[in-house]
């Protein structure tokens, strides 16, 4: 009988946690804000067909699902490519007849086998061909699928990487300026070794990311300790971009239970920590999205964080001063030199709930990135039952954010791990993706406006990744970077969106690359991509005519 008491009690208490813990997970406390926005600011999307449901080994596997945009064709129409679980192989959908179809046997993708799970993906051309090639992290470490004219061939690459250590997030550019790409790959530690979910100030807890350095012939070394960024961290991505603008590609570093760490790189294949809001404090940030919200030409940050959604005294785990930890979603305005200022609370975004994967984007043409954050943890008991909606935040004219899941008809009932945006059926606004883990993700045409736009397809050549680019219009400058590794485990699309509103010229259209190459057009046509390497070839042959005449 007394057995019988206890047992009764226990699932009292039990159903009592789910209950309040339910509570917090539901409550997002945003609506202390100003969230009212006028509908013709509201972009609405229409859901079309994607047959993918991600398969997740809770026992084995990190909770991450990756995924990447890649034209594999070269049509600047992105393919989408979904890391499969532990028992599921990955896939490549394309955009045909407003339905996104398996083409997987089409371009000969290979098969990954059931004892490996698919958990960091970019895409890049490593072999300088002209086709976008795909990089893939597993237990096992790293593999690129060469694509050759459309068609996939498997290359392993001798990954350092210790025995505790998993690959995580990836993010790949020339940090030394040689003409070959060098990859940071993030780790976290196997699943099996993980002891809890909210150890903050244990320094041997946790994995060891590596900087790997392109020596050629498809031979990468570790470089991490020489260039100064050894450290045990479990560590969700990183990013490659160039933060104060001196041409060279600077480290943006995501800790989960831990900071964001900013690194300078010194153009020497060594690298500077550089303080932030984040430094010597804790929070959980495990997205990363990367773009210039305010417009003022300086790369900015959004972190995700825990958020509302959790008790304090619960995410807070083994902190022993609770003043330093920071559970709000976080916003680094960069105020230039590596400097930073949080204004996720100036921006309306610091109170909103558990959140994962996140993405910068105009969504709606206006001028003005808005944001996409995804939501729902596929190992927290309470969130079976208790759903968060996954955020599309839209900016307003006065630099704050207003969600419009509802409205834009994006609402995501899964367990998301990130968005992915580009223009599958080109009419000049952007699609969205949800990627969601365990469960089926989704996808969404844009119903599109009447604001004005510039596309900018810079490929993937070694050249690009981390440019930037600045469109000039007679009002405003918009700029935007290519990145890989924005989201989270997961890669963008290389067709940079500018939207115009209703702008009807642009003067000029400026790309810096990263082997400090700059591309000036003047007066490109509104309305339509420019494509880099039309433009290079263009260039070139005036090059060549301009010498024969000389001669």
Known sequence: MLKKTLKFIGILILLLVVLVLGFFW???????????????????????????K????????????????????????????????????????????????DISSEVNLPKKGNTLTTVGVVSADFDNNGFTDILLGREDGLTIYYNTDGKFTVKK????????????????????????????????????????????????????????????????????????????????????????????????????TGEARTYKN????????????????FAYPMGLAVGDYNNDGLVDFMFSNTGSTLPRVIAKGDIKDASLFNEKWILFRNDGDFKFTDTAEDTKIADYEFSWGCTLADMNNDGLQDLMVAENYVDFAPNKLFKL?????????????????????????????????????????????????????????NKGGTNNYLQVDLGESVNVQGAKVTVTTPTKTLTDWLVSGEGLASDQTALLQFGLGEETTVSNL????????????????????ISLKAELKKQKSIIDASEDIDN
């Open 26 to 52: 539901r409550d997002s406390v945003s609506d202390k804000y100003d969230i009212t926005i006028d509908d013709n600011k509201i972009p609405l999307f229409e859901e079309i067909a994607l047959d993918f």
């Open 157 to 256: 690459i001798d990954t350092p990487i210790n025995e505790k250590s998993t690959p995580a997030g990836l993010t790949v550019g020339d940090i030394d300026k040689d003409g070959d790409l060098d990859i940071f790959m993030a780790t976290y530690l196997k699943k099996e070794l993980m002891e809890g979910q909210t150890i903050f100030e244990d320094d041997t807890y946790g994995a060891t990311s590596e900087l790997l350095l392109n020596t050629g012939n498809e031979n990468y070394v570790s470089i991490t300790k020489e260039a100064g960024l050894d450290y045990i961290h479990n560590t969700f991505q990183g990013v490659l971009v160039d933060i104060d603008n001196d041409s060279w590609l600077d480290l943006v570093v995501v800790h989960d």
């Open 389 to 445: 909606p996954s955020r599309l935040l839209i900016q307003k004219e006065d630099g704050t954010f207003a969600p419009t899941e509802e409205k834009s008809g994006v609402v995501n009932p899964h367990y998301a791990i990130t968005s992915l945006v580009s223009d599958f059926n080109q009419d000049g606004y952007l699609d969205m993706i949800w990627v969601n883990i365990d469960t089926p993700s989704l996808a969404y045409i």
């Open 54 to 101: 991600h398969q997740y080994n809770g026992d084995k596997s990190l909770p991450i699902a990756p995924s990447a945009l890649i034209d594999i064709d070269n049509d600047n129409i992105d393919e989408v490519f979904f890391g499969g679980g532990m028992h599921q192989e990955d896939a490549i959908f394309a955009y045909r007849n407003n339905a996104f179809v």
């Open 266 to 281: 010194n153009g020497d294949l060594t690298y500077t920590m550089k303080p932030n809001p984040l430094t010597k404090k």
């Open 510 to 529: 400026k790309i810096w690359l990263t082997n400090d190459e700059a591309i000036n057009i003047d007066n490109p046509k509104i309305n339509s991509i």
